[in-house]
């Protein structure tokens, strides 16, 4: 079946410090989502990218889908406090019409020293 | 707006108890409906999902159960907790039809003693 693997599971940076997280899909996806979830808290829609070579950014944040629509990467720049939780990536399975679902990645927990 | 409730936020069950977990949408129709579990740092786990009423599909089998009694409401459910069945459960929606994000609730984090 569909697996979406994401790496690092862990990352520690020192304030100001830039971050990326990676993540592959076994499949080709017909669009890839980024979700953060902070400590205690539910996981947060950021971003869904749709094409093929598509960059996305949000403030300090930067997204990317790769050409081949499987893998993707999220980077931040000047990492802040308000950074810190985890990110994941999701990828859908199914159709819209009924048994979308969507297949998340492990995760990256981002600490951040300040 | 469309806003999603989930209860309780915390619950601590002795093992063997039965559980029941209320998830409820507002502000739309027809949505798809998911119950994901999160084990302590770990990833999410899609568990059961909705088209309709009376419409539930698994992922993985286990002694949980699902029920979408009306069109805004999803029950997760089980009979005898088990120990392994500690972990943060996360009840979400989609419009059906899209390949929208989903949109999760608070979670409910339930621990069994």
């Known amino acids: 079946g569909q697996q979406v693997m994401q790496i690092p599971q862990y990352q520690h940076v020192q304030e100001g410090e830039d971050f990326t997280t990676y993540c592959n899909s076994s499949t080709t996806l017909s669009n890839i989502q980024w979700y953060k979830q902070r400590p205690g808290g539910h996981p947060v829609f950021l971003i869904q990218?749709?094409?093929?070579?598509e960059v996305k950014k949000q403030k300090r944040l930067t997204f990317q889908f790769g050409e081949a629509k499987k893998n993707s990467s999220l980077h931040i720049t000047a990492t802040q406090t308000t950074d810190v939780g985890t990110y994941f990536c999701a990828g859908p399975k199914g159709s819209g019409a009924g048994s979308y679902q969507l297949t998340f990645g492990k995760g990256t927990k981002l600490s951040v020293i300040p | 707006s469309q806003t999603i409730h989930q209860w309780p936020a915390t619950l601590v069950q002795p093992v063997g108890s039965p559980l029941s977990l209320e998830c409820t949408v507002e502000g739309t129709s027809n949505p798809n409906l998911y119950w994901y579990r999160q084990a302590a740092g770990r990833g999410l786990q899609l568990l059961f999902y909705?088209?309709?009423?009376?419409?539930i599909s698994s992922e993985v089998p286990q002694n949980l159960s699902a029920s979408r009694p009306q069109d805004r409401q999803f029950i997760l459910s089980s009979k005898k907790l088990l120990l392994s069945d500690s972990g943060f459960y996360l009840c979400?929606?989609?419009?059906?039809?899209?390949?929208?994000?989903?949109?999760f609730g608070n979670g409910t984090r339930l621990t069994v003693t």
């Open positions: 979400a929606w989609v419009l059906r039809g899209t390949d929208s994000p989903l949109h």
């Open positions: 909705s088209v309709g009423i009376g419409q």
């Open positions: 990218l749709v094409k093929s070579g």
